[in-house]
T-cell receptor
């Protein structure tokens, strides 16, 4: 069954602007991860935030987690054309089984 | 070291044929996952191997799908009597099985059933 649900499904912004994507989930989690996928092939891990963390940074990425609202957000600052991709959140249940959302398609316009 | 590799990268087959998809995980990774991704969709969990434990097959969509992992390393996903709805990208991921929860994905196999 689907766990993470990303919002919006698609986002188009100008280069240099910030992009924010949201993810909601339904059950208790061990951690939440964000992945990027280019051209519909392999996924690249971006960042992991554990259930006892509220915010995490990695370069131009900022992830927040609100376990009371069962939601997370991914912020990409100062976007670049190379950031164009699909972004997925995934939640970890039990034995590290990841459940993925449908993804947000991000387009950065030059 | 090398990442997760999958073969073939693309496979076109006729409806009713059997196909085998291969995944070579990162050396030393004890856990291995198979996912399926239909066009424009998220990832659908298929099966999970962890060490010598019995695999979690809860995501396999039908009995036409099976997977094995030989020697705790290479895995093969087999789809028998393929149907057009089996067309998708099949992704494999591995992880250490320890406290690092990051999954490392292969490039995927794009399966097209005509």
């Amino acid at each position: 069954s689907q766990q993470g649900e990303e919002d919006p499904q698609a986002l188009s912004i100008q280069e240099g602007e910030n992009a924010t994507m949201n993810c909601s989930y339904k059950t208790s989690i061990n951690n939440l991860q964000w992945y990027r996928q280019n051209s519909g092939r392999g996924l690249v891990h971006l960042i992991l935030i554990r259930s006892n963390e509220r915010e995490k940074h990695s370069g131009r990425l900022r992830v927040t987690l609100d376990t009371s609202k069962k939601s997370s957000s991914l912020l990409i600052t100062a976007s670049r054309a190379a950031d164009t991709a699909s972004y997925f959140c995934a939640t970890s249940e039990g034995a590290q089984k990841l459940v993925f959302g449908q993804g947000t398609r991000l387009t950065i316009n030059p | 070291g090398a990442g997760v590799s999958q073969s073939p990268s693309n496979k076109v087959t006729e409806k009713g044929k059997d196909v085998e998809l291969r995944c070579d995980p990162i050396s030393g990774h004890t856990a291995l996952y198979w996912y399926r991704q239909s066009l424009g969709q998220g990832l659908e969990f298929l099966i999970y191997f962890q060490g010598n434990s019995a695999p979690d097959k809860s995501g396999l969509p039908s009995d036409r799908f099976s997977a094995e992992r030989t020697g705790g390393s290479v895995s093969t996903l087999t789809i028998q009597r393929t149907q057009q709805e089996d067309s998708a990208v099949y992704l494999c991921a591995s992880l250490t099985g320890h406290s690092t929860d990051t999954q490392y994905f292969g490039p995927g196999t794009r399966l097209t059933v005509l």
